[in-house]
Antibody, heavy 113, light 106 residues
Framework: EEQLVESGGDWVQPGRSLRLSCAAS????????MHWVRQAPGKGLEWVSSITWNGGNRGYADSVKGRFTVSRDNAKKSLYLEMSSLRAEDTALYFC???????WGQGTMVTVS | EIVMTQSPATLSVSPGESATLSCRAS??????LAWYQQKPGQPPRLLIYGAHTRATGIPARFSASGFGTDFTLTISSLQSEDFAVYYCQQFNTWLTFGGGTKVEIK
């Protein structure tokens, strides 16, 4: 069964950095593009970043461009999101999402305050 | 950036009735559109991909259509478990989500 497990969420002060991880299992990780999507408390879904299967192409929402960096390690079947210069508006539940079948993890909470 | 607009924001429906949700893209996304259902405290659940194909295990009362910029999700004979928030998502160029439609009990 396809599974995605996010980790690394925490409470941090504005301006600090945080690294999120997503561990994948149950599918051939290096065959798929991967995405990060976030959801602020009581709000809708917001795309954050995407990375192609081999890491060759990456995309970012304007709201995080220049502050967040997405990466992956196909040997470890893991996806990462390096977040810097964090702001209060980055407070959200961050989901890891697999492309094509759009399988979602349960999310990891980031609170910036 | 492709902007996705959903309407209405809230839909009040009685159990057993049908509901029609709309989603419009600011530019063509071809058939690269998905629909999700989300309930409180849960991640979104994929209902539809490729604009009209039901995901595994999704009941036939969920149907969808559209291509290009205009898309529709129809839920026929609403069951109690269908009251939730629904999102559309384009995956033609990275991802973008609509603002959601809350389907509530009338």
């Amino acid at each position: 069964e396809e599974q995605l497990v996010e980790s690394g969420g925490d409470w941090v002060q504005p301006g600090r950095s945080l690294r999120l991880s997503c561990a994948a299992s149950g599918f051939s990780f290096d065959d798929y593009d991967m995405h990060w999507v976030r959801q602020a408390p009581g709000k809708g879904l917001e795309w954050v970043s995407s990375i192609t299967w081999n890491g060759g192409n990456r995309g970012y929402a304007d709201s995080v461009k220049g502050r967040f960096t997405v990466s992956r390690d196909n040997a470890k079947k893991s996806l990462y999101l390096e977040m810097s210069s964090l702001r209060a508006e980055d407070t959200a539940l961050y989901f890891c999402v697999k492309d094509t079948t759009f399988r979602w993890g349960q999310g990891t909470m980031v609170t910036v305050s | 950036e492709i902007v996705m607009t959903q309407s209405p924001a809230t839909l009040s429906v009685s159990p057993g009735e049908s509901a029609t949700l709309s989603c419009r893209a600011s530019q063509s996304v071809r058939g690269n559109l998905a629909w999700y259902q989300q309930k409180p405290g849960q991640p979104p659940r994929l209902l539809i991909y490729g604009a009209h194909t039901r995901a595994t295990g999704i009941p036939a009362r969920f149907s969808a259509s559209g291509f290009g910029t205009d898309f529709t999700l129809t839920i026929s004979s609403l069951q109690s478990e269908d009251f939730a928030v629904y999102y559309c998502q384009q995956f033609n160029t990275w991802l973008t989500f609509g603002g959601g439609t809350k389907v509530e009990i009338k």
